[in-house]
């Protein structure tokens, strides 16, 4: 057995495996186009109008915390009529909270502004905003 030798001859064709390697480097190129595109149609479809809606909650709650202010300063003296007729108010024309205290509210305002008592502000403030309601 001691002078026997094999010889092997091995020829590569790498031409298919370079085919292959180009596919699959496509393939994974269309596939991180495709990731990426979802990534935007996320932050489009759903990142973006989480933040709208957040900014709208922050800035409705923010409104109506100024108009209530504002229809308990122009009605301080008798805060709980104004508020029992805001409510009257909001409940006979299905009104929102804020929206029932803004329109008595800014009414109140000018009509007090005008030397009107805060009784008498608040009497026709809820006489001319049933009546634009009624009109409306």
Do not use: H, Y
């Amino acid at each position: 057995m001691a002078g026997k030798r094999l010889s092997v001859s091995l020829v590569l064709n790498d031409k298919q495996f370079q085919s292959n390697l180009r596919k699959s480097t496509q393939s994974l190129k269309k596939f991180g186009k495709n990731i990426s595109r979802l990534g935007d149609d996320l932050t489009r479809n759903v990142s973006l109008p989480i933040l709208a809606i957040g900014a709208a909650s922050v800035k409705l709650a923010s409104d109506l915390e100024e108009t209530d202010a504002k229809f308990r300063t122009v009605f301080s003296s008798i805060e709980q009529q104004a508020l029992n007729t805001s409510q009257a108010f909001q409940k006979d024309f299905f009104l929102a909270e804020e929206t029932s205290k803004n329109l008595l509210g800014s009414t109140g305002d000018l009509l007090v502004g005008f030397g009107f008592t805060e009784q008498a502000a608040l009497g026709l403030s809820d006489k001319v905003n049933r009546l634009a309601a009624d009109l409306a």
